[in-house]
Structure formats: C-alpha cells, structure tokens
C-alpha cells in the first residue's frame, strides 16, 4: 500500500499563486505515474494534471493549463503542483493520486489505485 499525503493548501486571493505538495510513504515513487485532481463542492472530481515516472510525459487540464505546472521530485518521493494566476473557480479539494492502472486512463479517477487525503485551496474574488 502506498501512503500519500498532501500539504501546502490554504486560502489566497484571487492571482495570487500556491504550491501544493504531495508525499509518497515509499521508495519505489519513482516508478509510478502520479497526477492531481480537485473536486469542488458539489461537482465530481476533475482531473487537473499528471506526470509520467520519469517526468518526460505531462499532461494537464485546459482550465489550468499555461498556469499550473506539476513537477516531481523522485529523490525526495514527492510531487508538486505550482498553482500561479489562481482563479475563484481553483477553489476545491485537491487530491494526489498514484499508479495509473495497466489500462487505465490518466484523465479519470478510476484509472489510479492511491490518493491522498486531500488539501483544501480557497481563491477569494
């Protein structure tokens, strides 16, 4: 079982910017695919980028895209997600997730086996 634990939310104003981390409990990080998602309330979980283990291939959301970068760091097990020009509409519960499954799809909840317990991120207007 993977532990995954997400830090770094908050409340900011609108355009400010945030990073959010999320740890991994074990040394073989290195070798999963990982990804962030967000669910505001009452909506389901959107996907909001995802990076492959060796960091070559990364895809993100369009809604954050050009504005958050994720990043890993596998020598400290961790992922990043650097959220800058943050909008009203950022406000969720961000989740980290970990190993796509084989077959699964990166942009959907269901396709990873781990997550987080997730960090909430307030953006006031």
């Known amino acids: 079982q993977v532990q995954l634990v997400e830090s770094g939310g908050g409340l900011a104003q609108a355009g400010a910017s945030r990073r959010l981390s999320c740890a991994a409990s074990?040394?073989?990080?290195?070798?999963?695919?990982m990804a962030w998602f967000r669910q505001a309330p009452g909506k389901e979980r959107e996907f909001v980028a995802t990076?492959?283990?060796?960091?070559?291939?990364?895809y993100y959301a369009d809604s954050v895209k050009g504005r958050f970068t994720i990043s890993r760091d596998n020598a400290k097990n961790t992922v990043y997600l650097q959220m800058n020009s943050l909008k009203p509409e950022d406000t969720a519960v961000y989740y980290c997730?970990?190993?796509?499954?084989?077959?699964?799809?990166?942009?959907?909840?269901?396709?990873?086996?781990?997550w987080g317990q997730g960090t909430q991120v307030t953006v006031s207007s």
């Open positions: 997730a970990a190993f796509l499954k084989s077959g699964g799809s990166y942009y959907t909840p269901s396709g990873y086996d781990y």
């Open positions: 074990e040394r073989t990080f290195s070798t999963y695919t």
């Open positions: 990076i492959s283990s060796s960091g070559v291939r990364i």
